[in-house]
């Protein structure tokens, strides 16, 4: 038996200042992490489709996704700081994620102070009473 769909939801919110193609590879980046880093896919509720002909449609997840847009960085910067103080799973991605090799990136990071990183998004998972706490406030990112 599945629980309520709206109990719990992911959460992304984008910087609408960054150009899509950016934001879609920073989307991806945060929701595999976030799908695989915390070893929490039974919680997350992920379901087989299978369609009339038997094919499969595998590890969508029973809760929904929600996009929200910010103004800026700092807007994220704040949803962050807010899912540390809660204890909420997050991930998130700055510019010092997209040049280069992977170590580039790891070593661009580790050298940026965090209120020079520049957010591109976060994505979390949570209870969606919690969440719409403190990101009620944003729009849906169309």
Do not use: W
């Not at 009339?52 to 929904?64: A, E, M, Q, R, T």
């Not at 700055?94 to 170590?103: P, Q």
């Not at 020079?116 to 919690?130: K, M, N």
Request: with cysteine; aromatic share 10%; glycine share 10%.
């Amino acid at each position: 038996m599945l629980p309520d769909e709206n109990s719990q939801r992911f959460i992304a919110v984008l910087n609408k200042k960054i150009e899509i193609g950016k934001l879609m590879n920073a989307l991806g980046h945060m929701t595999a992490g976030l799908a695989g880093g915390f070893g929490k896919g039974q919680e997350m509720r992920f379901l087989e489709y299978k369609d009339k002909d038997g094919g499969v449609h595998p590890h969508i997840s029973h809760f929904p996704f929600i996009i929200l847009k910010a103004d800026n960085s700092n807007q994220i910067r704040k949803v962050r700081n807010e899912a540390i103080t809660r204890n909420i799973m997050f991930t998130d991605f700055t510019s010092t994620m997209t040049v280069g090799t992977s170590a580039d990136q790891v070593e661009r990071t580790k050298n940026t102070p965090e209120a020079e990183l520049e957010y591109y998004g976060i994505c979390l998972f949570g209870s969606t009473q919690e969440l719409r706490e403190f990101t009620g406030k944003f729009s849906l990112f169309q």
